[in-house]
């Protein structure tokens, strides 16, 4: 302490002000996506997805049924600072994306100088994944922290040779694997990379290697742990996912992933990554070093390959399954930039970056006032996009009309559809005691039992009289219930509202 008491305001301030000045455009960039950001999540509510995981994040596990742990305790991180608030989410959200772009630009500038970096963070911010789809904070967001530290390591090693390196990429790739089960990609990435260049093939035979393996493994053992004392629930979840689909035409699902990652990752961009990366590959040196530049190229194309077969039969062609390729592809095509840049090729990147962001600007707009006012033809039970909106006024309707009615809060809410349950639980007053549970998904409700839900603890919400409110009324007959209705609200303080809900409460 003695050391900084003499310290003046300008002794401190000093070292921030030469960061800014030494990297401009990242602090730059990260407070203008900083404001828009904060703009527009005034208007909507976190993914249930998001509310999903704040839940886990009160009732801590070394798994869950769908995802290992890492994205509750993130969240638990954030909020046991924070508070438990709709703020803190978005905060941890956007500080979350922050150290993603952050990790990116330090690499890239590492690997290949500061225009490269530069030009990274400004083919990032072209994609939908990397604006609007930073408002989410998911199991991969974490998991992308994680893929980083690892690259880095990785690309450290082959610059080094030092065997430490493969250590620590352990380390991280166990903590990427606490994050999301993809994690294993990675790996998958560094023995294609070691195959595919014959100067790295006498890595099958590093002992380090397998050493980092196994840190690795330890550090995700506790996941494994879990699932053995938990019927292997997570696992059978994710293979039950990618198992073969028989009710589609074939190809379809390979389609839709494609399509899904042109969307999200800029469909100029994407090609032009695939490209570069391919170009590299061929240019490479066959019996030489490996470069930094093939070696990013092989991770990068290593899990956009496998996912592209994998949904050739397999079902849920979700696109962001690809974030870790166009995240890894995105560095090398930064240096590729930077590189025509140099070379008189300005007005080709100009043309290509610009049409990007033009192209994400639009749609990025047309996305945000579908959300706030519905245009598209988009059927409203299948419109994703409705789930984020609303439910400030549906959660504070919900609560006057179960106080006009002399009704306390309830301490469980319980929908069939776990976005319903999740946005009531977060805005409902006093929501750090109310949990969700899920009739669609069962397995959901670890932190949720059925046996701690009693007629006095508990209300019963549905948003679809025709469908939902069926299986809730079936639900609570099965345990002996009859189920008095509360009435349906559809009004708020300011109009009509979005998502009407019907109430019940159940009754011996």
């Known amino acids: 302490m003695a050391r900084f008491s003499g310290a003046s305001p300008a002794d401190v301030l000093q070292p921030i002000a030469r960061f800014i000045s030494r990297h401009p455009v990242l602090v730059a960039g990260l407070a203008v996506h900083a404001l828009i950001i904060s703009l527009v999540n005034t208007a909507v509510s976190p993914h249930p997805d998001v509310i999903d995981h704040w839940m886990q994040s009160r009732m801590l596990s070394w798994s869950y049924y769908e995802h290992p742990p890492m994205i509750a ?4 991180l954030f909020t046991s600072v924070l ?3 709709e703020s803190t989410l978005k905060f941890a959200a956007w500080v979350t994306n922050a150290l993603i772009m952050a990790g990116a630009y330090a690499l890239t500038l590492r690997l290949f100088g500061s225009l490269a970096a530069v030009f990274t963070l400004v083919l990032l911010w072209a994609t939908q994944f990397f604006t609007l789809g930073t408002l989410v904070l998911n199991i991969d967001s974490v998991m992308l922290l994680c893929w980083l530290g690892a690259l880095a390591c990785w690309m450290k090693y082959l610059e080094t040779n030092n065997p430490r390196w493969l250590l620590w990429m352990g380390v991280a790739g166990g903590l990427g694997g606490l994050s999301k089960y993809v994690m294993v990609l990675f790996y998958l990435g560094v023995a294609v990379t070691c195959a595919m260049v014959p100067s790295l093939r006498r890595e099958f035979k590093n002992p380090y290697q397998y050493a980092g393996g196994a840190i690795a493994l ?5 996941v494994l742990f879990w699932n053995a004392t938990h019927d292997w629930v997570s696992f059978r979840h994710q293979l039950a996912k990618g198992g073969v689909d028989t009710h589609v035409p074939f190809g379809k699902h390979l389609l839709e992933f494609t399509v899904g990652w042109w969307l999200l990752f800029s469909v100029v961009l994407s090609v032009w990554a695939i490209a570069e990366a391919a170009g590299w590959i061929r240019r490479a040196h066959p019996r030489g070093r490996v470069e930094p530049e093939t070696a990013l190229a092989w991770m990068g194309l290593t899990p956009l390959v496998f996912f592209s077969i994998a949904f050739i039969l397999g079902s849920f062609p979700d696109p962001k399954y690809a974030d870790t390729a166009f995240l890894t592809l995105f560095i090398l095509l930064g240096h590729s930039a930077a590189l025509a840049w140099q070379q008189r090729g300005q007005v080709m990147v100009t043309w290509m970056v610009g049409s990007a962001w033009l192209i994400n600007l639009a749609l990025g707009l047309m996305v945000l006032v579908h959300t706030l006012r519905p245009f598209l033809p988009i059927p409203a039970q299948a419109d994703n996009s409705q789930q984020v909106v609303g439910w400030h006024e549906t959660g504070q309707a919900v609560a006057d009309h179960l106080i006009n009615q002399g ?3 309830p301490q469980y ?3 069939y559809f776990y ?7 977060l805005h409902l007053p006093r929501h750090p005691l109310a949990f969700s549970h899920s009739l669609e998904r069962p397995l959901r409700n670890l932190w949720s039992p059925d046996q701690a839900l009693t007629t006095n603890n508990t209300l019963f919400f549905c948003e679809q009289p025709e469908k939902d409110c069926r299986w809730i009324a079936g639900y609570a007959a099965e345990r002996g219930w009859k189920l008095v209705s509360l009435g349906r609200v559809t009004e708020g303080r300011g109009g009509p509202l979005r998502h009407p809900i019907e109430i019940y409460r159940p009754m011996p």
Not at 419 to 425: D, I, N, R, T
Request: charged share 10%; no cysteine.
């Open 83 to 85: 508070g438990e608030s």
């Open 73 to 76: 305790w993130w969240i638990r």
């Open 218 to 222: 330890a550090v995700f053992s506790p």
């Open 413 to 415: 809410v319980v929908s």
């Open 419 to 425: 976005p319903l349950a999740s946005q009531l639980a």
């Open 407 to 409: 009704v306390p809060l």
